[in-house]
């Protein structure tokens, strides 16, 4: 963070080999850890990773920052590792489950995605990272959806008003064992991290919403 100078939002993009300019790492998907991280951020401002958070920010060596401890129990690849800062707000979709915003999308956000407990509930032997939060990054994110561990980064133009699109969210917690917990080896069989995903996120919705809705999710598959 550069100091004097107030961000919306300041976010990282590790997937596929980036996370070597954060830190140094092994960064194919087979070399997994766990991490601990403290981050300084200026008072004001949410910060964020893809790792449960330790406890309340407590006062840093500078009056105007705050330190932010966070805690990723579950060994992970080093493109999972995310962080975010920025003038976020948030509301509760769930018990597990929140999502962040700019204030502008956060009502929007949080009717879109009002079923995303609904959807962990139906992943629960898969999901094993604890709270599950959702942020919305700006426009300018080139993904519709990236599954970091506790913290999945989506694009805001899933946000339509009638939860259409919400089906990206069932995706990156599907991804949460298919990719997050079972990895591929490295990057030449990546097509196995989304195949097997997919699949899975098939036979959820199948769970939720009835075998017709599997049978229609599968043949738009094979017709897109």
Known sequence: MVKGICLQVVENQCQAIHARSLLPCQDTPFVKTTYTAKV??????????SALQVGEPKPSAEPLYLTHEFNQKIAIPSYLIAIVAGNNQSKELGQRSRVWSDRAFLELAS?????????????????VWGGYDILILPPTFPYGGMENPCLTFVTPTLLTGDKSLADVIAHEITHSWAGNLVTNKNFEHFWLNEG????????????LGGEARRQFSS??????
Not at 111 to 127: G, H, N, S, V
Not at 219 to 224: A, D, P, V
Request: aromatic share 12%.
């Open 219 to 224: 043949h738009l598959g094979w017709s897109c």
């Open 196 to 207: 097997f995903t997919r699949f899975i996120e098939r036979n959820n919705a199948g769970r």
């Open 40 to 49: 300084s951020a200026p008072r004001g401002l949410t910060v964020l990773m």
């Open 111 to 127: 009717t879109d995605f009002a079923d995303t407990e609904q959807m962990l509930a139906t992943a629960e032997k898969m999901y």
